[in-house]
């Protein structure tokens, strides 16, 4: 199965074009969930082969989970001692994704063996800080990923 082409955007890592993709609006897991990470596809661009799923420790933009944010107060108390307008300000403080990581992802993938000219099932790993482990193959992937 290959990603949408709409949306992506191409990258070259190591002589090789590839296109990867996040998916603009958040998923409801990502929305609503404590889990709410965000997911990049990645392929090669010009050879079909194997999807790459790069699971990021990184939070969803779009994620409002009250886990993950305090409620803060927008209007000072009333005469009864009440707040009765609050907002939802993130806990966590959000980090974008940028073609230098995924071109880091990429290289880290293939060393683990990812081969993205082979057909197969997709490539599912998890990315923690900048270290990366291939996911266990049971190891669901939402079907609304890319």
Same mark, same amino acid.
Request: no cysteine; aromatic share 8%.
């Given at each position: 199965?290959?990603?949408?082409?709409?949306?992506?955007?191409?990258?070259?890592?190591?002589?090789?074009?590839?296109?990867?993709?996040?998916?603009?609006?958040?998923?409801?897991?990502?929305?609503?969930?404590?889990?709410?990470?965000?997911?990049?596809?990645?392929?090669?661009?010009?050879?079909?082969?194997?999807?790459?799923?790069?699971?990021?420790?990184?939070?969803?933009?779009?994620?409002?989970?009250?886990?993950?944010?305090?409620?803060?107060?927008? $209007?000072? $108390?009333?005469?009864?001692?009440?707040?009765?307008?609050?907002?939802?300000?993130?806990?966590?403080?959000?980090?974008?994704?940028?073609?230098?990581?995924?071109?880091?992802?990429?290289?880290?993938?293939?060393?683990?063996?990812?081969?993205?000219?082979?057909?197969?099932?997709?490539?599912?790993?998890?990315?923690?800080?900048?270290?990366?482990?291939?996911?266990?193959?049971?190891?669901?992937?939402?079907?609304?990923?890319?």
């Amino acid at each position: 199965m290959s990603i949408p082409k709409k949306g992506t955007r191409k990258i070259i890592v190591d002589g090789e074009p590839f296109i990867w993709l996040i998916r603009r609006q958040a998923t409801n897991s990502q929305a609503d969930y404590p889990e709410g990470h965000l997911h990049v596809a990645v392929e090669h661009a010009t050879e079909a082969g194997s999807v790459l799923a790069i699971l990021t420790d990184r939070f969803h933009p779009q994620g409002y989970s009250l886990i993950n944010s305090e409620l803060v107060p927008i $209007q000072p $108390q009333d005469a009864l001692g009440e707040v009765r307008a609050w907002r939802i300000e993130p806990r966590y403080e959000i980090t974008a994704v940028t073609p230098k990581d995924v071109a880091l992802w990429i290289k880290q993938a293939m060393e683990i063996g990812w081969l993205p000219k082979k057909s197969g099932i997709t490539f599912k790993v998890s990315v923690i800080g900048s270290s990366m482990k291939k996911a266990a193959t049971r190891e669901k992937i939402p079907l609304n990923f890319y």
